[in-house]
């Protein structure tokens, strides 16, 4: 059977997809489960951090002003009259003429306003007890940190949509935030079709090969916050595909399927599609690789029909798959980071479509230069092992010359800035 495709622009089939997407539920989550996920709220300070003044360093707490005349040959004795470790607080407050032992972490003592550290003063006994010599003058709030200075009551630190990392999990823990709301990882089934396909643990035998993108894709969801639910290899068989589809389309609202995406005798993802009376969004993109991409919905489930070839499937689902997903887990960022670079060395170009030629980025002199990698042909494996980026070429008959700044798609959610403000 032969389906019209007609191919689409990039921006045209995310712009598709975006605007038929829609956020999920909410869920609260323990704090040790919500990495990666979205906040489902935002994060206000509600105290001081820190909220007291405390030492930064392990010393003697003084008054600055008991300092100010000494000198190495005339030290400055103060009398140590009590010792305070981080997690207590001085019993008595600081008198002039003396000094408070204290350590990293410890409340400052009222009275006091100024730590010195323990390698900077002699320590002595005599009858009355220890005291401590300081030879120099210390300013007032020296190496005290502040109440309020890292942040301070009322902050909105962390707004609804941004992804939890290492960075928001210490402000979440630092605020008691031991369950967090989050948007739900959406489960995501994938479908590995082909006749051709083994099992990772079979043992090779002519003409076939073992199903390696469902674990590609596997990782890449979870990379996203999704859940992946791998539900095997389905035979080239139309019956087979369509109850393997139809299953997976009640198990999850989201359900990837690799291979069949063409036009070849076995290839039986446009059927599928008129069978389940699913509704196209596209099934062709002005692209290379993954020109064969088909998304459709079926109600609000979403089919990903993706191409077997392991390079189109990877960029189907960086281009097509995460900005749904991420809109489902109401993200900031739909999209993967788009930086400028410049070319390494020379491309030419004769195809209509833009190519997305597997790339490494990298720092070379204070900038960003990309180099593609691997074969530029969408059945390459090796290709992704060293691939950290995308680099867009537009379609046309075209060179780009070495030295040229290029747009490159950078395959990580972090590490390269998406344009946002610090604290967004
Ligand atoms: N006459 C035409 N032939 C093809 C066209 C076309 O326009 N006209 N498009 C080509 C392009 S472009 C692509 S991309 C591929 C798409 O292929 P399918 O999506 O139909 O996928 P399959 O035919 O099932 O397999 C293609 C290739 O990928 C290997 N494969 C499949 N599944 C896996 C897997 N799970 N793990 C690893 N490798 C897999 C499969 O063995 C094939 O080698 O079609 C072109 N043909
Ligand atoms: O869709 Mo194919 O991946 O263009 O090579
Ligand atoms: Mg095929």
């Given amino acids: 059977m032969k389906t019209d495709r007609k191919p689409v622009t990039i921006e045209e089939a995310i712009e598709r997809i975006v605007s038929r997407s829609s956020p999920g539920k909410a869920i609260t989550v323990s704090l040790e489960k919500a990495d990666f996920l979205h906040l489902a709220e935002d994060i206000v300070a509600d105290h001081h951090v820190p909220m007291f003044d405390r030492s930064m360093y392990d010393g003697f707490a003084v008054k600055a002003a008991d300092t100010q005349q000494a000198e190495p040959d005339a030290p400055k004795r103060l009398r140590v009259i009590e010792s305070i470790p981080a997690g207590k607080e001085a019993q008595g407050s600081l008198q002039s003429g003396t000094a408070m032992r204290i350590m990293t972490g410890a409340a400052i003592p009222p009275g006091a306003d100024a730590v010195l550290m323990l390698e900077d003063v002699r320590e002595g006994n005599d009858e009355d007890g220890s005291y401590i010599e300081v030879t120099s003058p210390v300013s ?38 031991h369950q967090v709301k989050v948007y739900q990882p959406p489960e995501v089934a994938i479908l590995a079709t082909g006749s051709e396909l083994l099992p990772v643990d079979a043992p090779l035998v002519p003409g076939k090969i073992r199903n390696s993108n ?71 993109v002005a692209m290379r690789p993954g020109s064969v991409t088909t998304v459709a919905k079926k109600g609000e489930k979403w089919l990903f029909g993706l191409s077997g070839n392991p390079a189109a499937c990877f960029v189907g689902v960086e281009l097509f798959v995460r900005p749904v997903l991420k809109k489902a887990m109401g993200a900031q960022h739909l999209h993967l980071p788009q930086i400028s670079a410049t070319l390494a060395v020379d491309i030419t170009t004769t195809n209509p479509y833009t190519r997305l030629m597997r790339a490494r980025t990298e720092l070379h002199q204070g900038q960003l230069v990309v180099r593609p990698v691997g074969l530029d042909k969408s059945s390459i494996i090796s290709g992704l092992l060293e691939a950290n980026s995308l680099l867009m070429i537009p379609g046309g008959e075209q060179t780009y010359h070495r030295g040229e700044k290029v747009n490159v798609i950078w395959l990580e959610e972090e590490g390269m800035c998406h344009g946002s403000t610090a604290r967004s």
Avoid at 144 to 162: F, N, Q, Y
Avoid at 219 to 232: D, E, S, Y
Avoid at 244 to 254: G, K, N, R, S, Y
């Fill in 140 to 177: 007032p709030g020296s190496h005290i940190s502040h109440r309020g200075e890292d942040i301070t009551a009322g902050m909105v630190l962390a707004k609804i949509g941004r992804r939890i990392g290492s960075g928001e999990k210490a402000v979440l823990a630092t605020f008691g935030y």
């Fill in 214 to 284: 469902s674990y590609m894709v596997e990782t890449q969801l979870r990379r996203m916050g999704a859940v992946p639910k791998p539900l095997g290899i389905i035979k080239d068989d139309f019956e087979a595909c369509y109850q393997a589809v139809t299953t997976a389309l009640e198990e999850a609202d989201f359900v990837v399927t690799t291979g069949g995406a063409s036009v070849g005798d076995y290839d039986f993802v446009q059927a599928l599609i008129e069978r389940l009376d699913a509704e196209v969004l596209f099934n062709k």
